[in-house]
């Protein structure tokens, strides 16, 4: 099928590598030049494992995925685009500009295009968002009908960056909420790779709530997590005996239930946010995630508790920071626990250094656009830990292992991944109460 992706983003750039591993002729559209320049050359504009070499093969190679700022042509060449701009948080609101900016161009298309076409709501909306923002301007702008003259599709992602790549081939669950059988018919033969049983047909609305049922589960799972390692640090408990004992239990199951400095990223906080927003609108408020919200928020904070327990204030002291991306395996710093810990230090007058493997770009971006620029940024984890007088290492990058019995100064760590804080008598870890 001839298909294109509008937003070339994380979930634009995946699964337009995606469906061009499958077969599918792609085109990736974007409204930045230098992303454009950059994917036909095969380069991604984001990290995440294998997705470098999928590009070049799949562009420069079988030349079936290409990336233009021209949306009408990638509309008029192609039978289905899938809508994949950001929906960014404005104020713990959806900022719904971008997929109306997009719905009004493929609107504008469809109007001289004469072949159905299928037009796909990727990006994650509050329910409602497709039939009663897209719908209506894709309606309005081509003066067409969705369900005749073009389908109408939303089907929600659920790729975790670090291991999108692989999500994105290998998905454990696809959801196409539809309202006419040609549509769904048309998603099921884009998806024709896929097994049926990782398939749930649904409404429109019902696929976009859940989006947001998955992942405000996800953000309390990690909440209840992080409330019982604080409960566990404060009642001199091992949280991670507990929390590893409790995921045994089938019914819980051990993902999602380990604790650290808080949940981050491009979704998760925003999405909670949404939600909890849309519930508030339609009078029915989500009062277990009003708290999720109010829990994370503070979380980052625990670390620096931890460190101010064992070596007092931390006022001007000099802190090495491993770690900014808000996980390991990525580049994204958005909403990320390390970033909030660096502005508190630098309200507390520290002098920081900071390394992350992939993260220091667009952590240097995002803190200077708070005005941040007291963060010396290091070429290495060696160079970021000279000279500190303490270290926190927010996130939990496996090549953090080498570097931490190198580590002479007190050392405090998000995540209990890493090491055994027992084997290191500087090292402390949440949820840990090492005395
Ligand atoms: P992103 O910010 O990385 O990418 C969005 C892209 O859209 C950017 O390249 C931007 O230049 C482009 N864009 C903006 N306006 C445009 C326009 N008018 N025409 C064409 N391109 C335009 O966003 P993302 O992380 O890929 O997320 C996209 C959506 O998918 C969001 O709704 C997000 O919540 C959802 N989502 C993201 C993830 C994730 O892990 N990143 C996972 C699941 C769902």
Redesign the pocket.
Known sequence: MKISF???????QVNAAGAAHYGHEVIL????PK?VDSLNKGIPT?FEKGLEGLLQELVLKKKTLRATLD?QQAVHATDISLI????PDKGGMIDLS?IQ??AK?IGKALKTKENYHVVVV????VPGTSLNTVNVLLEQYSGKKAGIDFGLCMN??????GV?VEDSIHPDSIVLGTQDEKTKKIMREMYAWAEESKFTYVGITAAEAIKYAKNSFLATKITFANEWANFCDAAGIDAKEVLEAIGADRRISPMFLRNGPGYG???FP??VNAIVHAGQVRHSPFRILEEVVAVNHTQYLHLIDLAQEKIGSIARRKVGILGLSFKPETD?TRESPALRIISYLVSQGCEIKAYCPQGMEMAKEMLEERRITEVNYMNSAEECIKDAELVLIPTDWVEFKEIIPKITVPTFIGHRSLVNPDDYANVYALGYPKR
Not at 6 to 12: A, H, K, M, R
Not at 122 to 125: A, C, D, E, Y
Not at 156 to 161: A, G, M, N, T, Y
Request: glycine share 16%.
């Open positions: 509008v937003g070339s983003g994380y979930v634009g559209v974007d409204i930045d992303k984001i949306l994949c701009v950001g929906t971008y900016q997009v161009g990727k990006s994650t909306v929600p992602e659920f790729l975790r960056e999108a990223g491009s979704c925003k999405d994204d």
